[in-house]
């Protein structure tokens, strides 16, 4: 069976689809994998064909934007960035991705599309050509206040291509929910065809940080994702609060962040600008980070507590489901100071009520089918 992946070219929408995909591959399925090209190592890393399709969302914003883009967004006002982002990802992202998957569509001729659920021009390409189609999730389903907007531009689009129909992100197609129920929003379940799937993290190969393995005193690892809403003040008042308990604070630092601007760190706290997060998770004790949805099913799956200081998008939403789950804690806004930090973790470090939540909710994950065992599914949906 031929089947061609698509996602938008970012790691937090990519990296979830791609289990999914090196076991379709492995169960003997032609595979391609349709993203922007700036993304196609990774993709060669994995031992997935890749194809180009639609833009960087940098690229997107760029073509909204004269200039720099991360400069023009930090001098917007909200609402002149809301409608960006609702343009961003509901029309220029969706467009370019009709327009190259089509030609895609036409020389591969694939017998079922499974397109990540922020690309919606997958699924609406795959309508346009009369393909079999299926929404693959990042996480928990979102309702925030930007989805509205994208939303508002994804309708204008799709009736403009004659899509009607079928609630979104799925568009009336089956959905791979790699949210455990639990956590999943009740009222997409109530509603969606879901075919459910273990969240499996994936990284690009490499080795573990030294001391990850045999550490002796608990071990907290501090992310706030690759995205540019990762902020040095965050990252500086997370690491100032954590260095001051008796553990040992590995930072990931992404793209991002500055490393000069952190200035120099105590003793306890490593930098390193990149860490394969999947193989990392199962060996912390304690996980600070951002809420991207990632990060968030990672910890859940690996059975980690988590200390989540939202910035933006789905963050909210996913640092909700972990504090009402019960497996961590959240910090808002002007609430994220060292202090906060420091007291939160210590909490969480030692809470066997959270311990427990944590087993519970990594049992349950671990309960979901596989990658391998939903690959096997794949050709009862053409």
């Known amino acids: 069976m031929r089947l061609v992946f698509t996602s938008l070219a970012s790691h937090g929408h990519l990296y979830p689809l791609i289990p999914l995909a090196v076991a379709a591959r492995g169960a003997g399925h032609d595979v391609v994998f349709a993203t922007a090209e700036d993304f196609h190592p990774v993709l060669e890393k994995a031992g997935l064909r890749p194809e180009k399709a639609g833009l960087t969302i940098y690229d997107a914003f760029a073509s909204k934007y004269a200039g720099d883009p991360a400069q023009r967004r930090r001098e917007a006002s909200e609402e002149e960035m809301t409608e960006v982002i609702g343009q961003v990802f509901g029309r220029v992202l969706p467009e370019r991705f009709v327009a190259d998957l089509g030609a895609l569509f036409e020389r ?155 200035g120099e760190v105590p003793a306890n706290v490593r930098l390193e600008a990149w860490v394969p997060q999947s193989e990392l998770l199962p060996h912390v004790d304690l996980v600070v980070h951002h809420g991207g949805s990632g990060t968030t099913m990672g910890a859940f799956s690996a059975g980690v507590p988590q200390l989540v200081l939202p910035q933006g998008a789905d963050q909210f939403t996913n640092a909700e489901a972990v504090a009402g789950s019960g497996v961590g804690e959240r910090l808002l806004g002007d609430a994220v100071t060292a202090d906060a930090v420091r007291e939160s973790a210590r909490r969480l470090l030692a809470d066997s009520a959270v311990a427990d939540a944590v087993r519970a909710l990594a049992a349950e994950v671990a309960a979901m089918p596989s990658p391998d065992e939903v690959a096997a599914q794949l050709p009862d949906y053409v």
């Open 108 to 262: 591969e001729r694939p017998d079922l599309v499974i397109y990540e659920v922020g690309n919606s021009g997958g699924a609406f390409a795959a309508r346009k050509a009369g393909i079999p189609a299926m929404g693959h999730g990042f996480g928990r389903v979102s309702a925030d206040g930007l989805m509205t907007e994208i939303r508002g531009a994804l309708d204008d689009y799709a009736a403009e291509l004659g899509i009607t129909g079928g609630d979104r992100p799925s568009w009336g197609n089956p959905f791979v929910d790699i949210c455990p129920p639990s956590v999943q929003s009740p009222e997409f379940i109530a509603r969606a065809r879901r075919l459910p799937l273990r969240p499996v993290g994936w990284s690009e190969p490499g080795d573990l940080p030294a001391g990850v393995l045999d550490h002796g005193r608990p071990l907290v690892y501090l992310t706030l994702g690759t995205t540019p809403m990762s902020q040095a003040h965050i990252l500086t008042a997370a690491i100032t609060g954590l260095a001051a308990l008796d553990v040992d604070v590995l930072v990931a630092t992404g793209p991002s962040v500055d490393v000069a601007s952190l």
